[in-house]
């Protein structure tokens, strides 16, 4: 397979475990992950075959954590959610001004914006996902959190397999490691028809389309010039 950047022949690696640095948060690590490697170009990228799922995937586990949620948490409940800050403090009822400082940690998420936010985000994806969303079982165990624990884990999503629970590991846990599994010989992927989406840090995600509910921040993405979606 070739490189994205550079086109020229690039390898794919498989990680047990992969910090994932294309969203805002910093202690999301993925299991099960392909990464293509070019060594002409030095760059790195995530294939992630169903992002949208992984990123719902990331927002429950941010939204049951087992403890206060950071104001980079809050931040992306409201992305993944696929809200703008004026129409989420809006709901929230908090002025927008308040609650982009709680976003940018200027301000801390007090226990009642903390449950707000929680009740919120599950509330929007229970609009969204209806069928299969288990909103009261969510609710049950987002609203028995104790926001007076300190958040000292990393959150660990399978991306191979993001449906199944998330885990919370401590940062020293050997499970979040970088070991490399496997080179994964060289092929087409098999996702048909896939769009590039670039992330500001430099790492580029595939994704099977363009997809309203990735819900990544538009100021961090642009879509290649050369890419034509399809439905
Ligand atoms: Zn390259």
């Known amino acids: 397979m070739n490189c994205f950047e550079c086109n020229r022949s690039a390898e794919i690696k498989k990680y047990k475990a992969y910090l994932y640095e294309g969203i805002s948060l910093d202690n999301v690590h993925l299991f099960n992950v ?6 002409d170009c030095k760059s790195e990228t995530l294939i992630l ?4 799922k992984l990123h719902l995937a990331i927002g429950v586990a941010v939204v049951l954590q087992p403890a206060r949620l950071s104001g980079a948490d809050a931040k992306f409940l409201r992305r ?8 989420w403090a809006k709901r929230i009822g908090i002025a927008d001004a308040t609650y982009s400082k709680l976003e940018n940690s200027h301000r801390p998420v007090s226990p009642q ?11 929007a994806l229970k609009q ?5 969303f288990h909103l009261a079982k969510y609710l049950e165990i987002a609203l028995s959190v104790n926001t007076e624990n300190t958040k000292d884990f990393a959150i660990a999503v399978n991306a191979e397999k993001p449906e199944a629970d998330a885990k919370y590991l401590p940062y020293n846990s050997p499970l979040l490691a970088k070991p490399e599994v496997s080179v994964v010989e060289a092929k087409t992927l098999p996702i048909e028809p896939l769009a590039k989406v670039r992330i500001a840090c430099g790492y580029s995600l595939m994704i099977p389309a363009f997809n309203q509910e990735l819900a990544l921040p ?14």
Do not use: W
């Open 34 to 39: 392909e990464v293509m490697h070019c060594a």
């Open 49 to 52: 075959p169903r992002p949208a």
């Open 80 to 87: 993944n959610a696929g809200f703008s800050l004026k129409d």
């Open 113 to 123: 914006n903390d449950r707000l936010i929680r009740v919120n985000y599950l509330n």
């Open 128 to 132: 969204k996902h209806s069928e299969d």
């Open 218 to 231: 538009e100021e961090n993405y642009n879509v290649s010039d050369n890419f034509t979606f399809a439905a």
